[in-house]
């Protein structure tokens, strides 16, 4: 009780991290608490095991919430930024496709590891399986208390508790219980960056199927995404699924969401290109005329869906139709994947209660909310962990500079 820290970090994940180190490089008394036995678990996961760190192409964009917080974000912490201070670490970097970076080692341990060596050789002191319950101010000093009653004190706080997405890989709601109790606005948490359960059943016949699609969700306004489509035996996944998420996730609280699949996105007149296909193979049987364009599955289902005569050759009319329904398969989503499923949260504190430039409350000086506790929730491709790492990056430098 009656040593008193620079500054304590609720939680050890990419922001909370990130931000333990930059104060311990300025010679800053840290104190990190995370509530798991080990730390950064969903950096660990992320990627696929490969952790997608950054991206080449980050920008506002890429991003859901105000503009201007990822404008300013960017100007302190950009892509080059986000880069050099990983290579620093001693971690080797390589880029792939959609100016997505991994670790040139194909593992998130590289991240992990590097970030743990640096911790300890700047003697931070992280206490593990420490849950904090309650935070309180006192006379301009943060009062912490954790589950097993002890209790210490800071200068500054910093809420890197993370959001409810993952909650098998510490994934928790007790960052939004501790912001709420210090006063702050909680947007209610949804998840996104999941798959989606789709009302029409007949589609799991085509479980494990993937294919390149563009995919539109039929929300105000409409919301549009390019990429890998992978059915499942509860709808759809994939890149293509996962980019209108949020704007799916959002509108599922009036109901389900209607969502079109378009089946050749590279083609840019599809109904010439048919016409021109039914020209030249008119006289083929409909499964025939589909041979080099789908997967088997997917023509045969789509034979059934449309009612065609199997062994009679294909016709104007049937193509129209198949023209119709290939470049905007209508499908109903009923709901997003679990939490346990998702790998990021729409919702939480609220952001015009934190001053854009430096992460700190505007409620409570000293008191400092980064990464996905945040109501900011980004594409998939290493956006939401660029935001992470920025944000307790920018907080560290408003910390030392106090």
């Not at 660990?44 to 997608?52: E, F, H, I, T």
């Not at 430096?358 to 900011?376: A, I, Q």
Request: hydrophobic fraction near 40%.
């Amino acid at each position: 009780m009656d040593e008193i820290y620079d500054v304590i970090i609720v939680g050890a994940g990419a922001s909370g991290l990130i931000c333990a180190l930059e104060c311990a490089r300025d010679g800053l008394e840290v104190l990190v608490l995370e509530k798991d036995p080990q730390p950064a678990r969903k950096v660990l996961v992320s990627g696929n095991g490969r952790c997608n760190l950054t991206n080449r192409n980050v920008s506002p964009t890429y991003y859901y919430t105000d503009p201007a917080l990822i404008e300013k974000t960017l100007a302190q912490f950009s892509f080059q930024k986000c880069w050099d201070y990983f290579t620093d670490l001693g971690v080797l970097l390589t880029e792939e496709a959609q100016g997505r970076v991994f670790p040139a080692s194909g593992k998130s341990t590289a991240i992990t590891e590097a970030l743990k060596t640096a911790l300890k050789e700047h003697e931070v002191d992280i206490r593990y399986a420490t849950q904090v319950t309650h935070i309180r101010t006192a006379a301009a000093q943060f009062i912490i208390t954790t589950q097993q009653k002890d209790v210490f004190r800071a200068h500054h706080v910093v809420l890197a508790c993370g959001s409810y997405a993952y909650p098998q890989v510490t994934g928790t709601q007790a960052g939004y219980q501790l912001a709420q109790s210090l006063g702050h606005t909680l947007i209610p948490p949804h998840p996104v960056l999941s798959g989606m359960c789709l009302k029409e059943r007949a589609l799991t016949r085509l479980s494990g199927i993937k294919c390149q699609v563009r995919t539109t969700a039929k929300t105000t306004p409409p919301t549009c995404a390019e990429g890998e489509l992978i059915f499942t035996n509860y709808g759809i996944n994939g890149p293509a699924v996962l980019n209108i998420s949020h704007a799916v996730s959002c509108a599922l609280e009036n109901g389900p969401v209607p969502v079109e699949i378009n089946f050749f996105p590279q083609l840019e007149n599809p109904e010439k290109f048919f016409q021109q296909r039914l020209a030249k193979f008119g006289n083929r049987k409909p499964k025939d005329f589909f041979t080099g364009l789908l997967n088997e599955g997917i023509i045969n289902l789509l034979i059934d869906f449309k009612g065609l005569k199997k062994n009679a050759p294909i016709n104007t009319q049937d193509t129209q139709r198949i023209f119709a329904t290939l470049t905007a398969w209508p499908v109903t989503v009923t709901a997003m994947r679990p939490w346990q499923e998702a790998m990021a949260a729409a919702g939480g504190v609220k952001v015009s209660e934190i001053n854009y430039n430096t992460f700190e409350s505007r409620l409570h000086p000293g008191l400092f909310v980064t990464g996905e506790l945040l109501d900011v929730d980004g594409k998939s491709g290493g956006f939401n962990l660029h935001f992470a790492w920025a944000s307790g990056y920018i907080a560290a430098q408003t910390i030392k500079e106090n």
